[in-house]
């Protein structure tokens, strides 16, 4: 399974960026999908994850209320649209494939990994 991330750039602090993720194969449809993201000089962490459904959805106490997780089965794709940015959000945004159907938070249920995309938040 190949994954691609794309639609990072730079924005100004209070701005908005949607991400989007497009798999090879239909195994993302069929598994819960994640995003994590990875600072300079940082551990890559949990953001957002989606069940195959889409009926369940987790955040990080830090993005919660600013970012929404989607996806499009029909399309393999996943979306994550984020809302005031802040300079804390800029890194290196990775999507994944999990496992099971299920949503989780945990890095270690996630298989497949795209190559990231960089978000950069000026202040």
């Known amino acids: 399974v190949q994954l691609q991330a794309s639609g990072g750039g730079e924005v100004q602090a209070g701005g908005s960026l949607r991400l989007s993720c497009a798999s090879s194969?239909?195994?993302?449809?069929?598994?819960?999908v994640g995003w994590f993201r990875q600072a300079p000089g940082q551990e890559r962490e949990f953001v957002s994850s989606?069940?195959?459904?889409?009926?369940?959805?987790y955040y990080s106490p830090s993005v919660k209320g600013r970012f929404t997780i989607s996806r499009d089965n029909a399309k393999n794709m996943v979306y994550l649209q984020m809302d005031r940015l802040k300079p804390e959000d800029t890194a290196v945004y990775y999507c994944?494939?999990?496992?099971?159907?299920?949503?989780?938070?945990?890095?270690?249920?996630?298989?497949?990994w795209g190559q990231g995309t960089q978000v950069t938040v000026s202040s």
């Open positions: 194969r239909r195994t993302s449809s069929n598994n819960g």
């Open positions: 994944a494939v999990g496992r099971s159907v299920y949503a989780t938070t945990l890095r270690r249920e996630f298989q497949y």
């Open positions: 989606i069940d195959r459904n889409g009926g369940t959805t």
